[in-house]
Structure formats: structure tokens, C-alpha cells
């Protein structure tokens, strides 16, 4: 044959056989990747096409090391199922085979961390060729629920670098989670007044535990502003988000603005009150001092307070609220003015008077007070008049006494002042008649009577009695409109009458007591009970007597005879007709006078 022809020939039959060899090799193919949760169970198809059965393929699994290097775990073809001892998956692999299908499922249970690696399904066919897939399997892990905390300290606006806001912390995710700090629902972006710093920690578990930190340049928009962090985490097929709570943080900034109030009492003051008063800047700035100026005087507040006690009218005026900045130096102020109302004491003129009876009495009564006032007089405790002149015509007895005036301002309660009016009305004395003058006691009783005498000047009290006698007086005091005198007198068994004499320069009066003495009623019937007693008892010794039946008499028998005089029983009888004392003897016989 032809050496072209040949080789022509020769070229066609391996065109023919490398064609057909194409179109003949075994096919396999894989997803990119299997997502699976750890802890869960993974499956890893691998799909394969060959004209040649399953008895003639031969199937084995892979891993990839991170090395690159591949790590055999399964083996399988017609004869034989082997599963690779000492991997990783030895104990967690199961292979199914659905020639049917063309489909080999490698089923991974308790999928790990480390277990996020890519795998190799090969398939050989006798005739066919080989031919192999490759899938990585991820792994995902939700994290723990994000935290947050914010600095506890305050925060000026003065500071010159940026100050640290908070931080934020997810714990064991997998893969990495992501933390975005957030700023009243707007997310924050570094820049020159914003600083995040991040840090990841690869927990013994394999998991990814995260935190960031937030500084800032603070103004004073930021004293209302809250702060969160929101945490983004990968999970199969999709993405997740959660967030943390909410913080503020205290911002300190200083005033624009100052201002100061009374806070107590609230209304019109009065001296005596006590004034507490309230200054506070719009700002918050711990190194700001506040005082309160009053003229020349200068008060430090405590709280945003300060109380001045038992104020005067002295200091009404105007009250400054001075603010310092202390880091800058800069002064604020704001005023506010107070008035102290007053009442000054009441002046009555005169302030004691003298008016004979029948005479008009006229008096007045003041007091200065910034507010309109009311006054009153009262006697007793009862309002006899409304106005600053008290005028009494006629005057009498009863005129006279003690007037109170009192002022008041209607419009603060308790605000008053009072003065008094000694009112003396002349005349002859005049005793006031008691209930009672006549009068009747026992025998030995002290007696207490008192006359009450009215009349100016104070009337000179004497007591006497019927025949002259100057009784010594217990006591004498002098009333509103006069004396009241008191004696003590004892009660005999003869009537008394005592006197009580009044007397001053524009006349006199008396008055009798009459005190009736009085026995006593018990006495006498006892003493007449006594001598019933007596008779009936004389009477019963004669009976007796007469019949024998005393000392062992029989018939007439003198008893004198044996008996000696300290046996003779006497009764003493008295009789309203006789003075004579007749003495009885035992049997009631008359006793001679020799023997009384």
C-alpha cells in the first residue's frame, strides 16, 4: 500500500477513535457549594452520566487539606464499600449510590467548624475515562445576642480629642460577624470626629467573638442622642441582623442662657418669711459655680439653691444669678426682683385713758404696711368695733377695761400686729351685789366672802362688824374695772354681820353679809338617843330589882348591908322641872343626900 495512503488511513482510524472516545467519557457534576448550620448534617450530591453500569465505575471521595493536598475518605466500586480509617469523618460519613439516577451522596453528620473544607467526588468508568466534581462546604453559626455599654462618666463638650461613647461585643459566630455603630437610626462613618476600632478574638471552638469601640468628638446635640450597634451574620442562604438596646450619655456643655426664680414662698412675701431661690443655666457643666447678688452681698447656691431666712423689708430688690464657667471663664447672668412686704407694730393713742362716767372716750390705731389693712377692736374677746378710731359715748363701769386692737393684712394670711388701750372710767365706788348675802353655816366653819368693788381710783376696801370691828382682809386683788377683797371669818354660836366698806375720793359704798350660825342636828339627837337609853335601862334594873331577881334577894332584903358602895349602880336623872339631881339607886329608890 501507498506510504500516503497508509498513513492517510492510519490518521483517520485515531480521528475516528479519539472522537468517539469524546463523546463516550464518563461526566460528573457538583454544586459550588453546600451551606449546612454546625451541629446539623450536611449532603454532598455528586451526579455522574457513563454508558458503562455501576458494576464497572469505581467511586471514591476527597477532601482538600489546606495544604492543597487531597485526603481520601471513601472507597467504593463492584466489589466493595470501604470507608478510610483515621479522618476526620470516619465515624460521620455515610455514601449512597442510585445508579438509577447517576447520583453518589456523601451525608456528613455533626458538621464542625473544621469541617468547612472542599470536597472531591471521583468517578472512574472502565471504558469511559475518569472524571470528578468538587463542592466546599460552609459552615454557619449564629452568634449570642449582641451587648452594648456605655461610659459612665459625663463627657465635655470642651475636650479637645475624641472621647469614647461605648463598645459593643458578639460573641461565637461563625463566620465573622459585622458590627455598625448607629447613631440616632443613621449609621456611623469614620471620620475625623468619628473613631471605630474593631477587634476579633478566634474563640477554642473555632468561633469568632467580636467587639468595637466608639469615640467621638462630642457636642451638644449628643446630650439627646442614642447610641446601638447593629450586628449582620451570615446564615445558609441568606443574611441576618440583629441590634443592640438603646444608650444615651451625659454630655456637659455649658450655658447660653441663666435663670433665677423665687420657688418658695409662692404669692407675696412677708417679712419673716424665709426665700429660697432657684438658679439654673441652660447648661450642664460641671464646672460651672453659681452665686446669687444682692447688693453687697454675695450667697453661694447649694443644689441650684440657696434660702435666705427671716427676710426684711430691706432686702426687697434686685436678685443677680451670676454663672462662671470655670474652663473658660466666661460669666452669664440672669436677675429677678423681689419685694418684702411688711406690717409695722400697732401704735393706739393714747395708750391709757382716764374718763369720768358720762364722759366720751376717743382713741386711735395705726400701722404703717406697704399692703391695704383692716383693723378691729375687741374687748373680752369680742369685736365691739371695725376701724382705726375706737369712740365710746357715755362712758360707764362697763366702759371701762382692756381694748385690743388688732391689724391685719387681708391679703397674706398671718400677717397681723396688735396693741392694747387701758381704759379707766372715775366714779364713786360701786359694789356689785352677790346672790347670795345672807347666809347661814355651822358653828366652828370658816367662811370666805368676797365683794367686788368697781370705781376709779381703785377703792380702799375695809370690813367690819356690827359693833366696829376691823376684820383682817385675806386677800385683794384689782380687777379690770376696780378691787376684788376677800375675808375669812369664823362661824361662832352668836349671828355676825360683816361690812364691806369701799371708799376713793369721789365717794363710798358698803355692803352687809349676814351669817346665821347653825347647831348641829346629829349632836342632839345622839344626845337625846343617849338619854332614852339611860331611862329604859333604870327602868328595867328597878323592875328587876323589885322582883328579886338581883342578887339572890328574897322578899325586902337592904343591899346595903354587905354590899360596898363601888357594887351601888347611880343614875343621874335630870328633869326640865327641877334642877335637882335625884340619884337612883339599883332598885330605883331616891339615895339620901349623904350618899350623892
Known amino acids: 500500500m501507498d506510504v500516503r495512503l497508509s498513513a492517510s488511513l492510519l490518521a483517520g482510524i485515531v480521528l475516528l477513535f479519539h472522537g468517539f472516545t469524546a463523546w463516550a467519557m464518563v461526566e460528573v457534576s457538583m454544586e459550588d457549594r453546600v451551606e449546612v448550620f454546625k451541629g446539623d448534617t450536611a449532603q454532598?450530591?455528586?451526579?455522574?452520566?457513563s454508558d458503562d453500569g455501576i458494576g464497572a465505575l469505581t467511586i471514591q471521595w476527597f477532601y482538600v487539606l489546606r495544604t492543597g493536598e487531597k485526603q481520601k475518605i471513601y472507597y467504593q466500586d463492584a466489589t466493595m464499600q470501604v470507608v478510610d480509617r483515621g479522618t476526620p469523618f470516619t465515624d460521620r460519613i455515610m455514601v449512597n449510590v442510585t445508579a438509577a439516577t447517576g447520583e453518589v451522596v456523601l451525608t456528613i453528620a455533626d458538621v464542625q467548624i473544621k469541617d468547612q473544607l472542599e470536597f472531591i467526588c471521583l468517578v472512574k468508568s472502565l471504558t469511559d475515562g475518569v472524571s470528578e466534581g468538587r463542592t466546599r462546604l460552609l459552615v454557619f453559626e449564629r452568634p449570642d445576642f449582641p451587648t452594648i455599654e456605655g461610659v459612665q462618666t459625663g463627657i465635655s463638650v470642651h475636650e479637645d480629642t475624641l472621647s469614647k461613647i461605648g463598645s459593643c461585643e458578639v460573641k461565637n459566630g461563625f463566620p465573622k460577624p459585622n458590627i455598625t455603630w448607629y447613631r440616632n437610626n443613621a449609621p456611623l462613618r469614620v471620620s475625623d470626629v468619628v473613631k471605630v476600632m474593631p477587634s476579633t478574638t478566634t474563640e477554642s471552638s473555632g468561633l469568632f467573638s467580636v467587639s468595637s469601640e466608639l469615640s467621638l468628638k462630642v457636642t451638644k446635640e449628643d446630650k439627646d442622642a442614642q447610641f446601638y450597634c447593629e450586628v449582620t451574620y451570615l446564615v445558609p442562604g441568606g443574611t441576618r441582623?440583629?441590634?443592640?438596646?438603646?444608650?444615651?450619655?451625659?454630655?456637659?456643655?455649658?450655658?447660653?442662657?441663666?435663670?433665677?426664680?423665687v420657688e418658695s414662698p409662692k404669692g407675696k412675701i412677708k417679712e419673716g418669711d424665709s426665700i429660697t431661690f432657684n438658679c439654673h443655666g441652660n447648661g450642664n457643666s460641671p464646672s460651672s459655680v453659681y452665686v446669687i447678688r444682692h447688693e453687697d452681698n454675695e450667697y453661694g447656691l447649694e443644689s441650684n439653691m440657696v434660702v435666705l431666712k427671716n427676710v426684711t423689708r430691706l432686702q426687697s430688690g434686685l436678685y443677680e444669678c451670676i454663672s462662671t464657667d470655670m474652663e473658660t471663664f466666661e460669666d452669664l447672668s440672669g436677675n429677678t426682683?423681689?419685694?418684702?412686704?411688711?406690717?409695722?407694730?400697732?401704735?393706739?393713742?393714747?395708750?391709757?385713758?382716764?374718763?369720768?362716767?358720762?364722759e366720751e372716750l376717743t382713741a386711735t390705731c395705726n400701722a404703717l404696711s406697704s399692703l391695704q389693712t383692716h383693723t378691729a377692736w375687741f374687748k373680752d374677746g369680742r369685736e365691739v368695733l371695725v376701724g382705726h378710731t375706737l369712740t365710746m359715748k357715755d362712758a360707764t363701769f362697763d366702759t371701762a377695761g382692756t381694748y385690743k386692737c388688732v391689724v391685719t393684712v387681708p391679703e397674706i394670711d398671718g400677717m397681723e400686729t396688735m396693741a392694747n388701750l387701758r381704759v379707766h372710767v372715775k366714779g364713786a365706788p360701786k359694789i356689785i351685789k352677790p346672790e347670795q348675802t345672807d347666809l347661814e353655816e355651822s358653828v366652828a366653819n370658816m367662811v370666805d366672802l368676797t365683794c367686788h368693788v368697781r370705781g376709779f381710783p381703785a377703792p380702799s376696801v375695809i370690813w367690819t362688824t356690827r359693833d366696829g370691828k376691823v376684820l383682817e382682809t385675806t386677800s385683794q386683788t384689782e380687777t379690770e374695772d376696780g378691787v376684788q377683797s376677800v375675808v375669812s371669818v369664823e362661824v361662832t354660836s352668836e349671828d355676825l354681820t360683816a361690812f364691806c366698806n369701799a371708799s376713793n375720793e369721789y365717794g363710798a359704798d358698803a355692803l352687809a353679809f349676814n351669817i346665821k350660825a347653825k347647831s348641829s342636828g346629829v349632836i342632839i339627837a345622839v344626845i337625846i338617843i343617849c338619854i332614852l337609853l339611860l331611862a329604859i335601862l333604870g327602868s328595867v334594873l328597878y323592875f328587876l330589882y323589885k322582883k328579886g331577881k338581883i342578887c339572890g334577894r328574897s322578899g325586902k332584903q337592904d343591899l346595903t348591908k354587905e354590899k360596898s358602895s363601888k357594887d351601888n349602880i347611880v343614875v343621874e336623872m335630870k328633869s326640865d322641872n327641877t334642877e335637882d339631881a335625884i340619884l337612883l339607886g339599883v332598885n330605883g329608890e331616891k339615895l339620901p343626900p349623904s350618899n350623892q
Open 44 to 49: 454532598i450530591t455528586c451526579m455522574f452520566t
Open 241 to 261: 441582623m440583629t441590634e443592640t438596646s438603646r444608650i444615651n450619655i451625659t454630655v456637659y456643655y455649658p450655658s447660653t442662657a441663666v435663670h433665677v426664680w
Open 337 to 358: 426682683t423681689v419685694f418684702v412686704n411688711y406690717l409695722d407694730h400697732a401704735v393706739v393713742l393714747p395708750t391709757n385713758m382716764e374718763v369720768a362716767q358720762g
